[in-house]
Nanobody, 122 residues
Framework: VQLQASGGGSVQAGGSLRLSCAASEITFNSYVMGWFRQAPGTEREFVAGVGWSDLSTSYADSVKGRFTISRDNAENTVHLQMTGLKPDDTAVYYC????????????????WGQGTEVTVSS
């Protein structure tokens, strides 16, 4: 199983980025997908999760109203649209796949991808 994250970069505060995570060798629509992030010197934290369809989503309070998670089951891809970026959003972002929204939110996803780095300057 591979989860390949992409789309990170450097932006100024207030800018936008769209992260993508492409899954391979996985029955994609059987997994809940999520995004976590880890800033230097901090623990990895939950950002957003999406159920088997886009009908069920969950967000960390710090990103509600600014980030949108979505999935394309035909393309085996999950996206994280990030708007209104703040310097506090600077982190390495990781995608994860799990069997329930609860396990993903708790950081107990079965699979994890490599990170993509997001840097937001003030």
């Amino acid at each position: 199983v591979q989860l390949q994250a992409s789309g990170g970069g450097s932006v100024q505060a207030g800018g936008s980025l769209r992260l993508s995570c492409a899954a391979s060798e996985i029955t994609f629509n059987s997994y809940v997908m999520g995004w976590f992030r880890q800033a230097p010197g901090t623990e990895r934290e939950f950002v957003a999760g999406v159920g088997w369809s886009d009908l069920s989503t969950s967000y960390a309070d710090s990103v509600k109203g600014r980030f949108t998670i979505s999935r394309d089951n035909a393309e085996n891809t999950v996206h994280l649209q990030m708007t209104g970026l703040k310097p506090d959003d600077t982190a390495v972002y990781y995608c994860t796949a799990g069997h329930s929204l609860r396990t993903v939110i708790d950081g107990e996803g079965e699979y994890w991808g490599q990170g993509t780095e997001v840097t937001v300057s003030s």
